[in-house]
Nanobody, 120 residues
Framework: QVQLVESGGGLVQPGGSLRLSCAASGRIRSINDMAWYRQAPGKERELVASISSGRITDYGDSVKGRVTISRDNAKNTVYLQMNSLKPEDTAVYYC??????WGSGTFEYWGQGTQVIVSS
């Protein structure tokens, strides 16, 4: 089993910044793609950003130019730096990882989510 634990969410004013972290632990042999998704009330979950094991990144259109995804493979951790935050960025942010486990196969995992509220 693998666990993903997010941190760094909270209340921030419009134009502010936040840095989210997601640490993976458990029977991890390697981690392939890692990503951040978000879900706002009444809306579907959407991709915010993703990063491959080779650090190739992809961003959702609504956040391009304002967020940066990065990862520390030694710590099995992915980060999301968010700048110039807008009220429409308010959502629960979820970490996602494709994990190759020791003694078994490759599985997709989700974190429990961290709330981000952008409001004055």
């Amino acid at each position: 089993q693998v666990q993903l634990v997010e941190s760094g969410g909270g209340l921030v004013q419009p134009g502010g910044s936040l840095r989210l972290s997601c640490a993976a632990s458990g029977r991890i042999r390697s981690i392939n793609d890692m990503a951040w998704y978000r879900q706002a009330p009444g809306k579907e979950r959407e991709l915010v950003a993703s990063i491959s094991s080779g650090r190739i990144t992809d961003y959702g259109d609504s956040v391009k130019g304002r967020v940066t995804i990065s990862r520390d493979n030694a710590k099995n951790t992915v980060y999301l730096q968010m700048n110039s935050l807008k009220p429409e960025d308010t959502a629960v942010y979820y970490c996602n990882a494709l994990v190759r486990e020791w003694g078994s196969g490759t599985f997709e995992y989700w974190g429990q989510g961290t709330q981000v509220i952008v409001s004055s």
